[in-house]
Nanobody, 116 residues
């Protein structure tokens, strides 16, 4: 079955970096765009970044532009989210999802928490 599994979350200091990974299985990974979302306590789930099937095009929320980078390795069925210059407001559960404008499968998420 379709599975997306996130990892790489943890405690992060302001100004620090983390790299999240999303490994997928159960479908032809290279045929689908992938998105990263996040959901902070008491807030709506929000799109953070997304990437096309070949990685040639990406799209970011204004709040993370210039700090986060999404990439993918189609040979390894992996999508990454490199997060630099982290801010306390980046604290959230981060989830990967299959799709670009509609999303039909989601991972369980990995938690990123401000360490201060």
């Amino acid at each position: 079955q379709v599975q997306l599994v996130e990892s790489g979350g943890g405690l992060a200091q302001p100004g620090g970096s983390l790299r999240l990974s999303c490994v997928v299985s159960g479908f032809a990974f290279s045929n689908y765009p992938i998105s990263w979302y996040r959901q902070a306590p008491g807030k709506m789930r929000a799109l953070v970044a997304r990437i096309t099937t070949d990685g040639a095009s990406t799209n970011y929320a204004d709040s993370v532009k210039g700090r986060f980078t999404i990439s993918r390795d189609n040979a390894k069925n992996l999508v990454y989210l490199q997060m630099n210059s982290l801010k306390p407001e980046d604290t959230a559960m981060y989830l990967c999802a299959r799709g670009w404008t509609t999303w039909d499968n989601w991972g369980q998420g990995t938690q990123v928490t401000d360490s201060t």
